[in-house]
């Protein structure tokens, strides 16, 4: 069974970089696609980025340049970077795949991040 | 961007039908295809697919749920609803960069 599951500090503070990973089991991240995706206080859903199975990514440009997604495929994880975080980033951040389709079909539990001095 | 528009809430009867409606400001058809998906997450739980391709039921989802629509209008139904489905339901277009979600309608029993 394919299980994601989120890790990262859950207090972030301005200016700082907020850093997560996604450890995936049951499924190599050498095929499909895996994304982020973050839920705000009041429910609006964002998507980040992903990073495909060859290792290309692709982000949303919303984000500028702040945003990287990186891999480690023998540890079969990503991972998100976001830089310079204000209090706009605190959000719950989960992991997902996707296939062609681009519906995601396996999300993490997510993690709550807290940007706050 | 393409922006979809939900309803914030809806309230239904326990074994009455429930219709979740998503309408985009851009056509999210392609090849045959429309490119919108449906979640439903419940408090403290990660989203989880209902419905992709507008009307395709992801794997172990009960058939009381259903998607239907194309072009810029699209709705998900629950017939019966159960005390379970009470929830809040998004959709998701996957037709252009960058991929945009719904506000989400939240869905109450009577």
């Known amino acids: 069974e394919v299980q994601l599951q989120e890790s990262g500090p859950g207090l972030v503070k301005p200016s700082q970089s907020l850093s997560l990973t996604c450890s995936v089991t049951g499924y190599s991240i050498t095929s499909n696609y895996w994304g982020w995706i973050r839920k705000f206080p009041g429910n609006k859903m964002e998507w980040m980025g992903y990073i495909s199975y060859s290792g290309s990514t692709s982000y949303n440009p919303s984000l500028k340049s702040r945003i990287s997604i990186t891999r480690d495929t023998s540890k079969n994880q990503f991972f998100l970077q976001l830089n310079s975080v204000t209090t706009e980033d605190t959000a719950t951040y989960y992991c997902a795949r996707f296939t062609d389709t681009v519906a995601f079909d396996y999300w993490g539990q997510g993690v709550m991040v807290t940007v706050s001095s | 961007d393409i922006v979809l528009t939900q309803s914030p809430a809806l309230a239904v009867s326990l074994g009455q039908r429930a219709t979740i409606s998503c309408k985009t400001n851009?056509?999210?058809?392609?090849?045959?295809?429309?490119?919108m998906h449906w979640y439903q997450q419940k408090p403290g739980q990660q989203p989880k697919l209902l419905i992709y391709?507008?009307?395709n039921l992801a794997s172990g989802i009960p058939a009381r749920f259903s998607g239907r629509g194309s072009g810029t209008d699209f709705t998900l139904t629950i017939d019966p609803v159960e005390a379970d489905d009470t929830a809040t339901y998004y959709c998701q277009q996957s037709r252009n960069l960058p991929w945009t979600f719904g506000g989400g309608t939240k869905l109450e029993l009577k």
């Open positions: 851009q056509n999210v058809d392609y090849y045959g295809n429309s490119y």
């Open positions: 391709l507008a009307s």
